[in-house]
């Protein structure tokens, strides 16, 4: 079993609906990641945040705004999104060192699918 | 962009035969990591193989790296029905924490 929590594993929104993505995890990470996924792709890096800071935004929509509250959790809010938004949506964390010294520790996602 | 460019995209293999799946990659790395995927679902870290290194081992999964080449190589010995699933190597692009995936490698073991 992940330890990374998403909520909810499914969503299915209107574009002019307003909802959120939430990710929580609690083994002390400080680096945390939002992936977008389309079937038969690979994740594709949208948001990282280091240190409850966002340190990288891959030129991402305004459409998806990231927050992290604090260390342990990490929301993706969602507003006036497109039917080519509809995807899987993940979350990692990684110890201190990120990337360059450890793994990637995935949640199983959150389905969205936009009519 | 992708880190990674997978070769093969689709492999279909008999139960214990072996699964070999290829990685290149473009720019300079400091480690190479592979994942698996089940359909729909998270990824799982399998390995992480370090620039200074050239072959690593962890089960049935033996991984190499040759940096010259700029490609690293997934074995997957006697295979499981189990193993179905997709294989991404990752590699970071430019970014302390910029974890880029390649195309991936969707494995089917049969029975």
């Known amino acids: 079993d992940t330890e990374v929590t998403q909520t909810p594993k499914h969503l299915v929104m209107g574009m002019t609906n307003k909802k959120s993505l939430k990710c929580e995890q609690h083994?002390?990470?400080?680096?945390m990641y939002w992936y977008k996924q389309k079937a038969k792709k690979p994740p594709e890096l949208m948001f990282v945040?280091?240190?409850?800071?966002?340190?990288i935004n891959e030129s991402v929509p305004s459409r998806f705004s990231p927050e992290c509250p604090n260390s342990s959790l990490l929301n993706l809010h969602l507003h006036a999104l497109q039917p080519e938004d509809s995807a899987l949506y993940l979350c990692?964390?990684?110890?201190?060192?990120?990337?360059?010294?450890?793994?990637?520790?995935f949640g199983e996602g959150s389905r969205l699918t936009v009519l | 962009s992708q880190q990674g460019e997978e070769d093969p995209q689709a492999l279909s293999i008999q139960e214990g035969e072996n699964a070999t799946m290829n990685c290149s990659y473009k720019?300079?790395?400091?480690?190479l990591q592979w994942y698996r995927q089940n359909s729909g679902r998270g990824l799982v870290h399998l390995i992480l193989?370090?620039?200074?290194?050239r072959e690593k081992h962890s089960g049935r999964l033996r991984v190499t790296l040759d940096t010259s080449k700029k490609s690293s190589s997934l074995l997957i010995t006697a295979s499981r029905a189990a193993d179905t699933a997709s294989y991404f190597c990752?590699?970071?692009?430019?970014?302390?924490?910029?974890?880029?995936f390649g195309a991936g490698t969707r494995l089917a073991v049969h029975p």
């Open positions: 990692a964390s990684s110890q201190e060192g990120g990337a360059i010294t450890g793994e990637l520790f």
């Open positions: 083994m002390g990470h400080r680096a």
């Open positions: 945040y280091s240190y409850e800071k966002l340190s």
């Open positions: 720019t300079s790395i400091n480690n």
């Open positions: 193989i370090r620039s200074n290194e």
């Open positions: 990752a590699g970071l692009s430019g970014g302390y924490n910029k974890l880029i």
